[in-house]
């Protein structure tokens, strides 16, 4: 009995060493629970905050990827605007300019259609000139109409109150003008004036056909912006139009007073010489002198009229070159006998240093060339000078020179030698007959002829003119000059 009692008071001793485990041990449970209730707590928190860091980053990304969108767009809208200015001053074919232009804003904005008309001031009409359309699937209004006239309501706040109009929905407006062509299957429209110190040249249609688009406020300004570089575009073209009409005016006018005055004046020179041969009878010395004093007088002004006429047709593009090839030693040494009794009267010495080389050119022009030159160095080379002409081949091209031992060129008066009607002042000059042409129209044909001519001078030491050729080549590839 005492051993049973003993031993089961053992056992309830070791069933309160459990219990006691036991509730120990329900208390790390309750304690870790809490801790994991903690834990998953903070992994919520930190779960939203990493959601609203992607929120964030996202919407920065999408800030970026606008930002830089718009830089681009920035980008190409200089880029266009550049194009413009550079192809309004380097171009003055309107008509390839604006195509380009329709082209470059189509793209740009991203647009179906986009069109420039012009305006005429007398009809009240605009003409369409120019059209893009994004695909072939678009209508081309060019196959329909040319000429039309704008609503009256638009083309009042078009012109009078000078504002874009934009159309975001077609399908709201309600008036007769829908009938207009421009809008036909058009869902959204913009329309800007191209207007040039306050008077109206054309304007700029921009459609949107596939769908209806809301025109932002930048892509009005960018149409703004290059509706008036258009409208330079096209002054420029007009302005050009009318000076092409006025250089042809003055070229047909100097061309008919030319063939007045040569007329009678041919007719001057030819009797007064032959009355001066005294076939008609003796003259006394008096009726000699006044007869060479008309004939001399009567050349020089027939010379002025050539000189006028042939400087007309090289400004206005209508000199003809008849081009052939041609030894430029014997042209030279043909020029240079015209003028003998010249540099006999005077006593001046020619030395000659020219070279066997063929040209490709027009004889005669090259021929007045070397005459203008000659003659210049003559009359202002004073008794018992020297000229020196020189001709030599370098690389496919000729060089000539004329150097003398005149009076000299000023540095002050370098810009005034090529220059039309411009006599350089100083005693001596000022004793010397001319036009005032014979340089300005010498530089016009060398180049004409895609050369290039220049001089080097200095006062009271001469001067020496010299031009260059293309297109020449060696006789029997000698190229020593003699």
């Known amino acids: 009995m005492k051993k049973f009692i003993k031993s089961l008071i053992q056992g309830i001793k070791k069933t309160d060493s459990s219990a006691e485990r036991i509730k120990r041990l329900y208390k790390k449970l309750k304690l870790r629970e809490k801790t994991i209730k ?86 009240n009409l ?31 706040v078009l ?31 913009v329309f800007i004036a191209i207007i040039d110190n306050f008077e109206l040249l ?14 932002e406020d930048s892509h009005i300004q960018i149409l703004q912006d290059i509706a008036d570089q258009i409208a330079i575009a096209i002054r420029h073209a007009s302005l050009f139009t009318e000076s092409q009409k006025s250089t042809r005016l003055k070229s047909e006018f100097i061309a008919n007073m030319s063939h007045e005055f040569r007329t009678p004046l041919n007719a001057i020179i030819g009797f007064s010489e032959m009355l001066s041969s005294e076939n008609f009878g003796p003259l006394t010395s008096k009726q000699g002198e006044y007869l060479n004093n008309i004939c ?30 041609f030894n430029s030693k014997a042209v030279i040494e043909e020029t240079l006998s015209v003028l003998e009794g010249l540099l006999l009267k005077k006593n001046l010495r020619v030395e000659l240093y020219l070279c066997e080389c063929q040209v490709r050119a027009d004889s005669s022009k090259f021929k007045q060339v070397m005459y203008n030159i000659l003659s210049n160095a ?10 020196i002409i ?12 004329v150097e003398d031992t005149g009076i000299g060129i000023a540095e002050r008066n370098r810009e005034k030698v090529f220059a039309k009607f411009k006599q350089l002042e100083s005693s001596y000059t000022r004793k010397q007959d001319g036009t005032g042409l014979g340089l300005s129209l010498t530089k016009k044909l060398i180049e004409l002829h895609n050369g290039y001519i220049d001089f080097e001078s200095e006062l ?12 020449a080549t060696l006789i029997n590839n000698d190229e020593e000059c003699i």
Not at 460 to 471: E, Q, R, S, V
């Open 38 to 123: 903690k834990q998953q707590q903070l992994l919520l928190e930190k779960e939203k905050m990493l959601c609203a860091q992607s929120e964030n980053l996202e919407s920065k990304e999408e800030a970026l990827k606008e930002y830089v969108n718009k830089i681009f767009e920035q980008q190409e809208i200089d880029r266009i605007v550049r194009w413009l200015v550079n192809s309004i001053r380097e171009s003055l074919d309107l008509e390839s300019v604006l195509s380009k232009t329709v082209e470059e804003i189509g793209k740009l904005l991203n647009v179906d259609r986009c069109l420039i008309a012009t305006y005429d001031n007398n009809l």
């Open 126 to 156: 605009f003409t369409l000139k120019n059209e893009y359309i994004s695909d072939d699937n678009i209508l081309s209004v060019f196959d329909k109409e040319h000429d039309f006239e704008l609503p009256d309501n638009y083309f009042d």
């Open 159 to 189: 012109i009078n109150h000078k504002h874009p109009i934009t159309i975001d929905d077609i399908t709201i407006l309600k008036h007769k003008g829908l009938n207009h062509f421009i809008f036909k299957d058009t869902r959204s429209v």
């Open 202 to 215: 054309g304007i700029l249609i921009v459609n949107q056909i596939k769908y209806k688009r809301k025109w």
């Open 296 to 325: 001399f007088s009567g050349k020089h002004l027939l010379r002025l009229v050539n000189d006028i006429l042939d400087i007309s047709k090289a400004e206005s593009g209508n000199l003809e070159l008849f081009y052939e090839i």
């Open 378 to 387: 003559i009359k202002f080379t004073p008794e018992d000078g020297k000229i």
């Open 390 to 401: 020189r001709s030599e081949y370098i690389d496919l091209h000729l060089k000539v020179e």
């Open 460 to 471: 009271g030491k001469g001067a020496k003119f010299w031009f260059i050729l293309p297109n």
